[in-house]
């Protein structure tokens, strides 16, 4: 699982930044992310960040570095 830069409090708060055109890049903690930049494809999203419990969780999609799509 990754996470948003941002700490997005709920997937709408995403959604909306997404639509506004904000630049959302995305990373994977961990000894499997190795803090990774992921570029392109799909990723599976959680929030908010750690430590505090999970809320929301999404699919979106990377192009280019930037998160332009979740469902």
């Known amino acids: 699982m990754a996470y948003t830069v941002i700490n997005f409090k709920t ?3 995403v959604r909306e ?3 506004r055109g904000d630049k959302i890049r995305v990373y994977q903690p961990g000894p499997y992310g190795d803090n ?3 570029r392109n494809g799909t990723v599976y999203l959680e ?3 750690y ?3 999970h809320k929301w969780y999404a699919q979106g999609t990377m192009h280019d ?3 332009i ?3």
Do not use: S, V, W
């Open 11 to 13: 997937k709408k708060e």
């Open 17 to 19: 930044a997404i639509k």
């Open 36 to 38: 990774a930049d992921i």
């Open 47 to 49: 929030g908010p960040h």
């Open 51 to 53: 430590p505090q419990p």
């Open 65 to 67: 570095g930037y998160l």
């Open 69 to 71: 799509r979740i469902t």
